[in-house]
């Protein structure tokens, strides 16, 4: 197996703006605040997911994304230990609120059924929205280990193809089968370290403009070009008037 190309280092390195747990058993608890947040099988029948968030302003908009890793530390773990579990990292689709809820409490914030159970503002699906295109999914070993996960797709949706980012949520593929769960720390977490994304970029060349999101090449004197003949035309037909009035 060959090994994964690792980065020296990148041009964006940051902490999660916002992250919280959602767990299925708990429907109308917010966990904004807790110092983990869980993915997985919770151990009483119920699934539970982690949402995180970053701010990429700082990024240019149309930038070609080379690489972005989402990396977390594991403080707790569920299952057989050693063994391989499939966890999958997707694209939220909709905006939600971290919350103030330090374990479950609280009265703002991302539930299993709400974006914000302030509102509240339901999720269409329960459990989260989510856009299965460019998911990244990885066999972890559980264990202790720092898990990292390749999500140059879902990072490159969001910068050079200008949608929206509403964060990340994470989810063990078979949930209820593996009977498995990490918790990671969060970024209210005294402990480091917390949660990281690492991306690296380049800029397009200057023959090319953002559209729509996307970088497409252009041909500078093939935009002046219409604007060059107009002119010639104006010219010529201006001597064709100056002619006739002598």
Do not use: H
Not at 61 to 73: E, K, M, N, Q, V
Not at 139 to 155: P, Q, R, S
């Amino acid at each position: 197996m060959m090994p994964e190309m690792v980065s020296a280092q990148w041009d964006y390195e940051e902490n999660p703006i916002a992250d919280t747990s959602i767990f299925e058993g708990f429907p109308n608890n917010n966990y904004g605040q807790a110092t983990t947040i869980s993915v997985g099988w919770d151990g009483t029948s119920s699934r539970t997911r982690c949402l995180l968030q970053f701010d990429l302003s700082s990024l240019p908009l149309g930038a070609i994304i080379t690489d972005a890793r989402l990396s977390l530390s594991v403080t707790s773990v569920g299952g057989s230990l050693g063994t391989q579990r499939t966890f999958t990292v997707y694209r939220v689709s909709k905006s939600w609120i971290e919350g103030d809820g330090p374990s479950g409490t609280g009265t703002t914030g991302a539930t299993w059924i709400n974006t914000d159970k302030s509102g509240p503002t339901p999720w269409n699906t329960q459990g989260g929205d989510v856009v299965l295109e460019g998911a990244s999914s990885k066999e972890l070993t559980i264990g202790f280990a720092l898990k990292e996960f390749d999500v140059t797709d879902i990072v490159t949706a969001w910068i050079t193809d200008g949608q929206l980012n509403y964060g990340f949520l994470i989810k063990v593929d078979n949930e209820a089968g593996d009977q498995a769960s990490f918790g990671f720390r969060s970024r209210e977490s005294s402990t480091t370290p917390q949660p990281i994304l690492q991306i690296n970029w380049t800029i397009p060349p200057e023959d090319t403009v953002p559209v729509g999101g996307l970088t497409i090449p252009v041909n500078n004197f093939r935009i002046l070009t219409p604007y060059i003949a107009l002119a010639g035309l104006i010219i010529a037909v201006s001597a064709v008037i100056i002619k006739k009035r002598k």
